[in-house]
């Protein structure tokens, strides 16, 4: 039964464009390539899925990369693991790495890889299938308070064979994201009191659009805009709050039937005004993100958060919760939990872990 449902939502995914023709209700933006817009670590999934404006980590090069240029440690590197759709398939995950290395005063250098797996069980398909991004990141500080950055990306997805058209190929494209982060201390008092506020914004995956041969034809990939802002707060040495917001929107049309017909530029353009219903469905399509967490010590964090998409689009929503350690001021475990509001949601019971490391001055 887990094999058959999920083929059946692979099948939906690979044949997007067609099939949102047939369905009733508005129209959802389609991308054939979603795993670059799952959050991939267990700190800002935790959190509601926010990570546009919160504290600079290892995982910022997928988040915000231009957080990098803030970062206190010279060096810090992670790795995430996430089973994916648990209660469908134990043969689906997500994987993600990152390090940064800061190469000078308000400057830092990354590389990131984004990894979907399919093990290949879930239709008999001796094949192992997976899509990957493969990313490079610099990020500049370009005032006291301000920083952007800017990652490249070599996308390589073939997942969309699966076995079921022989005439489906690997399709691969580049892309970019550019980011912005703005960081202001209002209060920075030597007995440990202190108060930060952040903004950050982003616009990812803006490149040429995805090909798996005239069997399939071309889809756009999850070009996304996302804007963040954030308050930290610490009344003392010993306790940190973080409350962070984000709000977010895929700027490809929201109807993918002419995919063919306009190139990805054209896309993102009229992604901003083609909802048949106007403002209110546009503003149906962006999805509302809120986290916080709480800090020990800088030793100790627990974490909470809400993620919310329209009823009437995704209907994506979720509470969150996680916690982490630091162990010895340079390595972390981090772990989150989602739970979803939505009844029968195939997100049910998904896991993420994180692991880190952090050296140089703090």
């Given at each position: 039964?887990?094999?058959?449902?999920?083929?059946?939502?692979?099948?939906?995914?690979?044949?997007?464009?067609?099939?949102?023709?047939?369905?009733?209700?508005?129209?959802?933006?389609?991308?054939?390539?979603?795993?670059?817009?799952?959050?991939?670590?267990?700190?800002?999934?935790?959190?509601?899925?926010?990570?546009?404006?919160?504290?600079?980590?290892?995982?910022?090069?997928?988040?915000?990369?231009?957080?990098?240029?803030?970062?206190?440690?010279?060096?810090?590197?992670?790795?995430?693991?996430?089973?994916?759709?648990?209660?469908?398939?134990?043969?689906?995950?997500?994987?993600?790495?990152?390090?940064?290395?800061?190469?000078?005063?308000?400057?830092?250098?990354?590389?990131?890889?984004?990894?979907?797996?399919?093990?290949?069980?879930?239709?008999?398909?001796?094949?192992?299938?997976?899509?990957?991004?493969?990313?490079?990141?610099y990020s500049r500080q370009l005032g006291r308070n301000f920083s952007m950055g800017l990652t490249m990306k070599y996308i390589s997805?073939?997942?969309?064979?699966?076995?079921?058209?022989?005439?489906?190929?690997?399709?691969?494209?580049?892309?970019?994201?550019?980011?912005?982060?703005?960081?202001?201390?209002?209060v920075n008092d030597p007995n440990g009191k202190n108060l930060t506020y952040t903004f950050g914004a982003v616009l990812s995956n803006?490149?040429?659009?995805?090909?798996?041969?005239?069997?399939?034809?071309?889809?756009?990939?999850?070009?996304?805009?996302?804007?963040?802002?954030?308050?930290?707060?610490?009344?003392?040495?010993?306790?940190?709050?973080?409350?962070?917001?984000?709000?977010?929107?895929?700027?490809?049309?929201?109807?993918?039937?002419?995919?063919?017909?306009?190139?990805?530029?054209?896309?993102?353009?009229?992604?901003?005004?083609?909802?048949?219903?106007?403002?209110?469905?546009?503003?149906?399509?962006?999805?509302?993100?809120?986290?916080?967490?709480?800090?020990?010590?800088?030793?100790?964090?627990?974490?909470?958060?809400?993620?919310?998409?329209?009823?009437?689009?995704?209907?994506?929503?979720?509470?969150?919760?996680?916690?982490?350690?630091?162990?010895?001021?340079?390595?972390?475990?981090?772990?989150?939990?989602?739970?979803?509001?939505?009844?029968?949601?195939?997100?049910?019971?998904?896991?993420?872990?994180?692991?880190?490391?952090?050296?140089?001055?703090?």
């Amino acid at each position: 039964m887990k094999n058959s449902l999920l083929s059946t939502c692979l099948v939906f995914s690979l044949s997007g464009a067609n099939l949102l023709a047939q369905t009733s209700g508005p129209a959802v933006p389609f991308t054939p390539i979603p795993f670059l817009t799952f959050s991939p670590d267990a700190r800002s999934s935790a959190m509601g899925e926010t990570g546009v404006a919160s504290s600079p980590d290892a995982n910022a090069t997928f988040w915000n990369a231009s957080k990098l240029a803030f970062a206190e440690r010279d060096f810090g590197a992670s790795i995430s693991y996430t089973p994916w759709i648990p209660k469908l398939t134990d043969d689906l995950w997500l994987g993600y790495a990152s390090v940064y290395k800061k190469i000078g005063k308000g400057q830092a250098v990354a590389g990131s890889v984004n990894y979907f797996k399919d093990g290949g069980r879930y239709l008999n398909d001796p094949k192992h299938r997976y899509d990957i991004s493969i990313n490079a990141t610099y990020s500049r500080q370009l005032g006291r308070n301000f920083s952007m950055g800017l990652t490249m990306k070599y996308i390589s997805s073939n997942l969309a064979g699966l076995g079921l058209v022989s005439a489906v190929k690997t399709s691969n494209v580049v892309a970019a994201d550019i980011s912005a982060f703005y960081r202001k201390q209002i209060v920075n008092d030597p007995n440990g009191k202190n108060l930060t506020y952040t903004f950050g914004a982003v616009l990812s995956n803006l490149g040429g659009k995805v090909s798996y041969g005239p069997a399939y034809g071309s889809g756009y990939i999850p070009t996304t805009f996302k804007l963040g802002g954030g308050v930290s707060i610490s009344p003392s040495t010993l306790h940190r709050f973080n409350f962070v917001v984000d709000a977010s929107k895929l700027l490809i049309p929201t109807n993918s039937l002419n995919v063919n017909n306009q190139s990805a530029f054209q896309g993102l353009i009229k992604s901003f005004s083609d909802a048949p219903g106007g403002l209110k469905e546009e503003l149906e399509e962006v999805a509302l993100s809120f986290g916080g967490e709480y800090w020990y010590k800088s030793a100790f964090a627990l974490r909470a958060g809400y993620h919310n998409e329209s009823k009437n689009k995704t209907n994506l929503k979720y509470a969150t919760v996680g916690a982490g350690l630091l162990i010895l001021k340079n390595y972390g475990a981090d772990f989150s939990y989602l739970i979803p509001v939505v009844k029968n949601s195939p997100y049910s019971e998904t896991m993420r872990f994180t692991v880190s490391a952090y050296l140089g001055k703090i």
